[in-house]
């Protein structure tokens, strides 16, 4: 099956849009971004508007703008419904665009990170809580609204949704893009942001970082060898962030990038040019 890497840049009206990105308008309501497992939207309705996800409840900026996402396995029928101040509902179905995912046979990986002894089990559960309320973040920044740049340059040796195999044991999909590069190559924040968590040594992604770009949009950052900012910094797109290595389940130097919305693990490569 193929590998696909789509040129994506989100943005509203106001901002250029990529050919590939597609924009669906519903009266006075535009959504624009990919319409596909994995993808990321930008929506726009007038200010004051409630929109409902399924169940949720989308947060609105003042100006109208709003943000969701789509997993890996998600259906490929969906819905939002949009209520304006004046109470007027506008209902819209989304239909998504099917995709297809790699397997990937991976060999030399650490025999310790494929079957974890019941020792680092603690550690291992604790770790995936930290990361998960890192992703929680909620804030109104508007880093997600620039268009993301890549972190770093490389060849993609991993893509998302793929089955990864282990030593020849099937585990769980990839919800990244791996990127080989140079132990200490430079890492850039693709978009403005501020960072959410950092951590030195977590047992399955080493040196691991996350950056809040705003409305439930993070990035990950996995294998690091060094961190140059700290939880807490705000980072501007472009600025280092830290270092390549191979710490973590890694079999060489590369940077594993992540895209989420909240918990919701989407496709970095859908929101970046091709390099």
Not at 39 to 58: C, D, N, W
């Amino acid at each position: 099956m193929m590998q696909r890497l789509v040129i994506g840049f989100f943005a509203l009206l106001w901002m250029p849009l990529s050919v590939s990105a597609e924009t669906r308008t519903f009266g006075d309501i535009v959504i624009k971004g990919q319409f596909e497992p994995g993808g990321m939207l930008i929506g726009s309705a007038p200010p004051g508007s409630t929109v409902k996800f399924g169940e949720r409840s989308l947060a609105l900026s003042a100006e109208g703008e709003f943000v969701l996402g789509f997993g890996r396995d998600d259906k490929l029928e969906q819905s939002l419904k949009i209520v304006t101040s004046d109470g007027k509902v506008t209902p819209i179905n989304l239909q998504l665009k099917a995709r297809e995912y790699d397997i990937q046979r991976i060999e030399g990986v650490p025999a310790r990170t494929v079957n974890p002894d019941t020792s680092s089990l603690p550690r291992i559960r604790e770790e995936g809580s930290q990361v998960s309320r890192a992703r929680y973040t909620d804030s109104n920044l508007r880093g997600y609204l620039q268009g993301f740049i890549w972190p770093v340059k490389g060849p993609v040796t991993g893509v998302y949704g793929s089955q990864r195999v282990f030593n020849g044991e099937p585990r769980r999909p990839h919800f990244g893009v791996d990127i080989a590069a140079a132990e200490g190559t430079e890492i850039q924040a693709p978009a403005d942001g501020v960072v959410t968590l950092a951590h030195p040594d977590m047992f399955f992604s080493g040196a691991t970082m996350v950056i809040d770009h705003g409305r439930g949009i993070s990035t990950s950052y996995l294998h690091m060898s060094k961190m140059l900012v700290k939880d807490g910094d705000s980072v501007k797109q472009g600025q280092t962030i830290g270092l390549v290595g191979a710490t973590g389940r890694a079999t060489g130097p590369h940077l594993c990038w992540r895209l989420n919305w909240y918990q919701t693990k989407l496709d970095p490569q859908l929101v970046v040019p091709q390099q």
